[in-house]
């Protein structure tokens, strides 16, 4: 483990990055973690990655950053709790600026590789089921398909914005991957293994894996058309009916709102589209117009 940055902080001692490093030579993958706080399956992820890889002799060089946001985590808060800004909002970052702007900056700097990959979880209010964003075209479209996760969500314009670490990344030149799955405040011990074996079945497909890897099984290959949104009109008690990764019908129940107090019913959703539900408000109390359910079209045999 290499100290790649270091600030001095008002209490528990000094921040540090930490990074982890596994192979040599090319190509280079770099996977990020943690970038917010409260966001615990990618730090998971990055430790059973670490684990699997401690035990094999690479043909390439992975670096892993686990934790990022250390003292957000350290609070359960998403942003970095001393001036409440969003390290995923500083990029390119500053070796100069705001504490954050300087831990973009290194992480940028020492991330530096032909393959990136950003891990999150969903907000504490949602889950989502592991996925890969990747644009509508292109090389990362291939290696987002090659991680073999349940869904691949092919999205135009995705992360594109420069202060984000993924389109920071694509600025430079780099293929980046946006992965995610599961809920936020929150560990989800199965999200989080599926994420990493993803990620194994990555190196794989670029020849840094000595040996071959498990498929996975991709249920839903899509984009936004091919996606549908559910939000309720009222606020209240949203009490779902399905979970993530259910394959649903038109018609098919997907929840309903009832009332906080007695629970009387107000409004219930079904599914418009055949497909997988890839996305879950999980945090029951809702008020109108929340996102609660988001269905997409499986993928074509």
Not at 219 to 237: E, P, Q, R
Request: net charge neutral; with cysteine; glycine share 12%.
């Amino acid at each position: 483990m290499a100290e790649v940055y270091r600030v001095e902080a008002p209490y528990r001692g000094a921040y540090r990055l930490e990074r982890l490093t596994f192979g040599s030579g090319t190509p280079t993958v770099a996977v990020v973690g943690g970038l917010h706080g409260n966001e615990l399956n990618g730090l998971h992820t990055c430790n059973i990655l670490a684990g699997l890889l401690s035990h094999v002799r690479l043909q390439g060089t992975v670096h892993i950053f686990p934790a990022v946001n250390v003292f957000g985590m350290d609070q359960g808060m998403k942003r970095w709790p001393f001036d409440d800004r969003d390290i995923n909002k500083a990029f390119p970052g500053n070796p100069e600026g705001s504490v954050v702007e300087r831990i973009a900056y290194a992480l940028l700097e020492a991330s530096d590789a032909d393959v990136c990959i950003d891990v999150h979880s969903a907000s504490p209010l949602m889950r989502e089921l592991p996925q890969v964003r990747v644009p509508l075209s292109g090389r990362e479209v291939e290696l987002g398909r090659a991680m073999d996760l349940p869904v691949v969500w092919r999205r135009a314009g995705e992360r594109l914005d420069p202060t984000g670490l993924v389109g920071a990344w694509r600025q430079q030149g780099k293929a980046a991957l946006h992965v995610l799955g599961g809920r936020g405040a929150t560990l989800d011990v199965g999200d989080s293994r599926t994420m990493a074996q993803g990620i194994m079945r990555l190196l794989d497909h670029l020849g840094i894996l000595p040996v071959p890897t498990d498929t996975g099984n991709t249920l839903v290959d899509t984009t936004k058309a091919h996606v549908s949104y559910t939000y309720g009109s009222v606020g209240g008690f949203w009490v779902p009916e399905v979970r993530t990764g259910d394959r649903v019908k038109p018609g098919h129940l997907l929840g309903k709102i009832t009332e906080v107090i007695g629970g009387g019913p107000l409004e219930e959703f079904r599914a418009e589209r055949e497909g997988v539900v890839v996305t879950m408000r999980t945090y029951p109390v809702v008020h109108a117009r929340e996102l609660l359910v988001r269905v997409a079209d499986p993928v074509d045999k």
